[in-house]
């Protein structure tokens, strides 16, 4: 969707599921602040978007993330919205840990992980009130500039299928750019989320190192590993980070 004035958003009387999937973040923040979605509505069209899995960007999806919408929208109806990621639905490339999700890092050794904490980023999305779709495709282990190197098969371009996403949050920037997930996380080492963002079309941004905790993470190499947001425009990027 071309990118309306906040003002002809809220003025537009219904969305279909393409539109909805179209929005950026900041779109989607201001139509949940208003009242004009709902988390769920959003949720459960992101989930059939991540269901097709056309690009082969997720790993694993969230049986809890409808859940989290609909608290997020009791939240809303009750004037207890917690911020602009309240009730958006996003998700986190598979190294990074959630407890009671499997983190497999693409890789057999930890197909079957499910992490017993959760990292600090994870955390502090759900206090923000972000719905958590699932767990991206990814280099193994993060080692990889293309995606192609997992056990759950090569992350698809979705600019162009025959084409690699780059790496190795090759399935963080293919979620946001077949839209489904309005922003991601992933991890850079020496160019893995602004690689596949820029491979990808979308807006990747490597914080400067300490501005995220990388607790919860298992990294490529702790002394340089970051964690990154990637979004459909650069206000997404901000607003996630």
Do not use: H, W
Request: aromatic content about 4%; overall charge neutral.
């Amino acid at each position: 969707m071309a990118k309306l004035t906040k003002e002809a958003l809220l003025d537009k009387e219904s969305f279909s599921g393409r539109e909805l999937a179209e929005l950026s973040l900041g779109q989607v923040s201001a139509l949940l602040a208003a009242g004009r979605v709902t988390s769920r509505s959003l949720t459960e069209n992101m989930l059939e978007r991540a269901g097709a899995n056309e690009s082969n960007a997720y790993i694993t999806v969230n049986q809890e993330a409808l859940a989290q919408a609909d608290a997020s929208d009791k939240r809303r109806a009750l004037g207890q919205e917690l911020g602009p990621l309240d009730g958006v639905p996003m998700a986190l490339k598979d190294n990074i840990c959630v407890q009671g999700l499997k983190t497999t890092c693409a890789s057999r050794m930890l197909e079957n992980f499910i992490p017993p904490y959760s990292a600090t980023v994870a955390r502090r999305l759900s206090d923000a009130g972000a719905v958590l779709l699932g767990k991206l495709n990814m280099d193994e282990f993060a080692m990889g500039s293309t995606s192609e190197n997992s056990i759950f098969g090569p992350v698809k371009n979705p600019r162009n299928p025959k084409l690699v996403p780059g790496g190795s949050s090759g399935g963080s920037a293919a979620a946001v750019a077949e839209r489904s997930a309005y922003f991601t996380l992933g991890t850079d080492t020496g160019g893995s989320v602004r690689q596949p963002a820029a491979l990808c079309g979308v807006v990747g941004l490597k914080p400067t190192y300490g501005r995220i905790s990388r607790y919860g993470v298992v990294a490529f190499a702790s002394s340089l590993d970051q964690i990154g947001t990637l979004a459909s425009d650069v206000e997404g990027a901000a607003l996630s980070l």
